[in-house]
């Protein structure tokens, strides 16, 4: 996003950089602040104090920049504004953070990021110094992905603490955070983040130029970076990983993947996403491998239940009743007996009241969440069953389908599983086996199809160079582990000796 | 070009489904609504031989049976609590089915169907008749037992052991399952069954259920019962030739054809020891290996090799009968009973000129090539076929003790 161009349509006079071309700039707004003061005993150089009130430590601003600018001889005895400027660049204040600035949109732009600006109007220059003093939330331990043996620190609203937390992590000199601006209205600092000489140089600049290339209104959640960058658009599934925990960005960013934090926002995008990469948790490398390996294994299968088990129960139950073992048959057939509704209709109408419940379990303030929870799982399942409007059958399948969706490590994943699921459902309910086989390649036939930043999405599953699978299903023990994975084709390929 | 894949592959699903373009979708039914038929039997119409008889026994739902055990059981066929039978007849198992829909709530599914028992007058008429439309059903199980009613027909079978406390479907699964016990029957699949019947030259054996009024004491291997009713015995094998049933083998015929065939997994053999008393062998092990002399392209005779391993578990006389002498004295009895089953097999078969044993089939698969040169005259040869016989007995283990108890307090 060019600064400029949001002042472009402004004369030459208006764009020079004095108090009333920012006062007409900044408006009327009442938390804008702007203060006259002079220096010297006869006060004869004359500033202007800017900031934005609640952006800012004005204790910073009295202690720091003030008081030595009114106090010390140093300054009082300067005639000249240009003299000033001179002497707080050659670093006669003793503070650090402190820039000069020549144009208005540097100065504004400055100014609403949190800074207080000194300007002089006679030379049309101003002195911008970093006060940034606005409240911000602490760091806190992750709310949605949450681990027993790990890191529990997670990004918050602010972006430099953000970037602070990684560069606390990954300490390489290699680090690179490239910052843009994007967002017509909320001029949003978004930060690239990747490390240089290993990340695909491709990749970052790929990033960097979608990205940069964004002309829209507002940057307030991750959508609007997320829809706007990927390749496939008509798709449920997730092609960017998302985190709040700062380890597993850092773990990807080490990788070869590349990081974008955002601020305001508390999450870390990792791009690209694959769909192997979300059936992966940070604990995975905190445990014994071989636990690890059962735990993705169980995982794997139960991204199969979640899609698959409610349309394999109408399949069965409806049009192939010879699979099941006889006994199975008749127990089912007596649940089923009183039940005014189709298996699918019932089916169905689990899956909607499953997902009304989540809804609310979500919207709702915690402790209510978890009362809907035992009044939707327990009360209304129960009175469900006892009022015959659904087979015991059918909860059990829900119930199972809806806690192996759970155990999803990615909420974007589940969610697209969740979705695919009805889908499935409803081929099941038209022609069994067959429709849930059809369903199931047109999924496979999606997710094929799906490219995020020159990435297959199936990889390592689809095309793959022998070393891949060795953090797949199985997770192998770290000392095997020693290549980053070939689809991102990074600079430095070999991870350990 | 993805659209076009699309339909290729969605036309390519649906059409391998084997369905006509009308019907391409599965028939969609809700469990609750089936008939699950259990146990079918099979036999000639009631009063036209040319039809078919059919006698469907089925589980009833829950529902029907608490109002059957409440006392309310209503209609044609209701015997017990738990177990309903439906009887129908028509010019084709086909027909006979739908019939029979008709006159049931339920929508009759036979994918659940355990076993079918052909009756003895229709397997001795026609088994191919009854066949195709077992084979060809698609709801069919091709694992479905094969049973022959011995001496019956299959419907009054069914009925009247569905006077017994026992549910006829599980007996006939206690059947399937625990035929090698004694090993002195067998277990028949669909599957094998639709096999064999293609081999015009290999014998079929189908086991045989029969039907035995008890009255007293039970007859040894079976279960007592009460006084009075009805059991149900596996006993034997029916033995089917060019597609129809020609006799049954007992007890000690069916287990020498299930040793020259390798069927043979567990059982018993009694015999005397030394001293005159009975002891007991549990077969652990009854392999037989074949082997064909051949003159020129003319198979001269066959060679049965027979390996028999055996546990000692009873003995009743007081000796001490694990010595050296007495147990090669156990060896040449139990070879004896072997030699026993087995000729009877070989008899039986030579007499029924009906290959059961396998011995075609075997040189089919040793020689190929000679087979086709004695193939067209196998059933002149193989009632004459000279076969020679070599058991090696062993009796292996005692289990806890060598010698019986008391013995040493005799001493």
């Known amino acids: ?497 | 070009m993805r659209k076009r894949l699309l339909l290729l592959i969605i036309s390519i699903t649906l059409g391998l489904c084997g369905c006509k373009l009308s019907t391409y979708l599965p028939r969609r039914a809700e469990i609750d609504r089936l008939e699950f038929i259990r146990i079918i039997g099979i036999d000639k119409g009631s009063k036209d031989s040319e039809d078919i008889k059919i006698t469907m026994l089925y589980l009833p739902h829950e529902e029907e049976s608490k109002e059957q055990s409440q006392g309310n059981s209503g209609g044609q066929a209701g015997q017990q609590a738990n177990v309903s039978t439906m009887v129908s007849e028509g010019k084709t198992i086909s027909e006979a089915i739908k019939k029979a829909q008709m006159e049931s709530s339920r929508e009759i599914f036979l994918g659940h169907v355990f076993g079918v028992i052909i009756g003895d007058e229709a397997a001795k008429e026609d088994l191919n008749k009854y066949m195709d439309f077992i084979s060809r059903g698609i709801e069919f199980r091709l694992n479905n037992n094969m049973y022959i009613a011995k001496g019956m027909d299959a419907g009054e079978l069914i009925m009247k052991s569905s006077q017994s406390e026992d549910f006829l479907s599980d007996i006939v699964e206690h059947f399937s399952k625990n035929y090698n016990i004694t090993s002195t029957s067998g277990n028949k699949k669909l599957i094998e069954l639709m096999g064999e019947l293609d081999d015009k030259n290999k014998g079929v054996v189908i086991p045989a259920i029969a039907l035995i009024e008890k009255k007293g004491e039970a007859p040894q291997g079976e279960a007592k019962d009460k006084e009075g009713k009805a059991v149900l015995k596996l006993d034997g094998y029916g033995i089917i030739k060019n597609g129809k049933l020609i006799d049954y083998a007992d007890e000690d015929v069916s287990t020498g054809i299930n040793i020259l065939n390798n069927k043979y997994v567990s059982g018993n053999i009694t015999i005397t020891d030394p001293y005159g008393q009975e002891v007991n062998l549990e077969v652990i092990e009854l392999l037989s290996e074949k082997t064909y002399r051949f003159s020129g392209d003319n198979i001269e005779s066959v060679t049965l090799k027979i390996i028999v391993n055996s546990n000692l578990d009873e003995q009743h006389s007081r000796e001490d009968i694990y010595t050296k002498e007495n147990l090669e004295y156990l060896f040449m009895e139990q070879a004896e009973v072997v030699k026993k089953d087995v000729y009877g097999a070989i008899e039986f078969a030579k007499d029924n000129n009906v290959d059961v044993l396998g011995f075609g089939r075997d040189i089919f698969r040793k020689h190929p090539i000679r087979w086709e040169k004695v193939e067209a005259q196998w059933d002149s040869i193989f009632p004459n076929l000279q076969v020679d016989l070599d058991v090696k007995s062993r009796v292996v283990r005692t289990y806890d003790i060598t010698q019986p108890n008391r013995m040493k307090g005799m001493e």
């Open chain 1, 1 to 497: 996003m060019n600064f400029r161009k949001l002042f472009k349509k402004k004369s030459k006079d208006k764009t020079s950089l004095s108090t009333a071309n920012l006062k007409d700039t900044l408006g009327s707004s009442d938390d804008v602040v702007f203060s006259d003061f002079h220096i010297g005993v006869s006060g004869r150089v004359d500033m202007t104090l800017l900031y934005i009130d609640g952006m800012v430590n004005t204790n910073l601003i009295n202690d720091f920049v003030l008081k030595p600018l009114l106090t010390v001889e140093q300054f009082t005895k300067l005639h000249k504004s240009k003299d000033v400027v001179n002497q707080i660049e050659e670093g006669r204040l003793y503070f650090a953070s402190h820039k000069v600035v020549k144009t208005i949109d540097d100065c504004t732009q400055d100014v609403i990021m949190g800074n207080v600006a000194i300007i002089f109007d006679d030379i049309n220059t101003a002195i911008i110094f970093d006060v940034k003093g606005y409240d911000k939330r602490s760091i806190t331990e992750p709310s949605g992905e949450n681990v027993l043996k790990g890191a529990k620190d997670t990004f918050i609203e602010v972006l430099r603490t953000n970037t602070a937390q990684v560069r606390r992590k990954v300490s390489t000199s290699n680090l690179r955070i490239k910052q843009l601006v994007v967002g017509r209205q909320t001029l949003t600092h978004i930060a690239i983040v990747y490390i240089e000489g290993l990340t695909n140089k491709e990749l970052v600049d790929e990033v960097i130029n979608r990205i940069s290339s964004l002309d829209i209104d507002e940057v307030v959640s991750i959508g609007f970076i997320e829809e706007y960058i990927v390749d496939n658009k008509i798709t449920a599934f997730p092609l960017i990983a998302s985190t709040e925990r700062t380890d597993k960005f850092c773990a990807n960013i080490i990788s070869g993947r590349v990081g974008v934090l955002i601020d305001g926002l508390p999450i870390g995008l990792i791009i690209p996403g694959v769909l192997n990469q979300f059936l992966q948790a940070p604990e995975d490398y905190s445990q014994n491998f071989i636990v690890s390996s059962a735990i993705r294994v169980m995982r794997f299968g139960l991204m199969f239940v979640t899609l698959l088990l409610p349309g394999l129960y109408i399949s069965v139950i409806t049009f192939h009743q010879e699979m099941i073992p006889t006994d199975l048959a008749l127990a089912i057939a007596a649940s089923e007996a009183g039940v005014p509704f189709p298996t699918f209709v019932e089916v169905m109408m689990m899956l909607i009241a499953f997902e009304i419940l989540i809804e609310a379990g979500i919207r709702l303030p915690r402790t209510i969440g978890n009362a809907v929870s035992i009044l939707g799982a327990l009360v209304v399942g129960e009175a469900a069953v006892s009022a015959k409007l659904v087979s015991p059958g059918v909860v059990i399948i829900i119930a199972l389908a809806g806690i192996a969706t759970f155990t999803m490590p990615n909420q974007d994943l589940s969610n697209a599983l969740r979705l695919w699921r009805f889908l499935l459902v409803i081929f099941s309910s038209i022609a069994g086996l067959v429709g849930l086989s059809v369903g199931s390649l047109l999924l496979l036939f999606h997710l094929c199809t799906i490219e995020t930043f020159g990435v297959p999405y199936l990889i390592p599953f689809v095309s793959h160079e022998g070393t891949e699978y060795k953090d797949t299903i199985f997770r192998f023990p770290l000392y095997l582990n020693k290549y980053r994975p070939d689809e991102l084709k990074v600079q430095n390929k070999r991870r350990q000796r």
